[in-house]
């Protein structure tokens, strides 16, 4: 797990990288994806570092409650209320990024292809 001190997301949560939110609550924010792979993909995340969902889970389930209640807030104000809401986790289901971060798709009709 990477230290906060290393972490990209950490970096954004303080503002020591600039980042234009799209959503925020009193323990998550929420920006878009700098690659995205919907008309909308907004990654939301815990102010709190949290390598991935379960450890989330595990120490602070009301946050992960509070991450979820965040996805769908920017789903409605950003597209129609519907999407796909995915947490990769491990490097082999495409996690890159090792601060827990779901990743809130929609804005069109989603194919399935998680391969
Ligand atoms: P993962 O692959 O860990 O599930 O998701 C990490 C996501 O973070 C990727 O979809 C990637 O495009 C996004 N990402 C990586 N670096 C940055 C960045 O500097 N800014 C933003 N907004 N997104 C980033
Ligand atoms: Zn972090």
Redesign the pocket.
Known sequence: MSLPADC??CR?VSGE?E?ELVGQSERAIA???????APL?V?VIPREHHADVAALAASDPQGLADLVTLAQEVAFEQADGEYRL???SGPS??????HV?G?VLGGERLGWSPA
Do not use: E, K, M, W
């Not at 289901?93 to 090792?98: D, I, L, T």
């Open positions: 990209l997301f954004f990288i980042t920006f878009r994806d700098i690659n995205p792979q993909h990654l995915i947490f990769n289901a495409g996690q890159s990024v090792f971060h990743h």
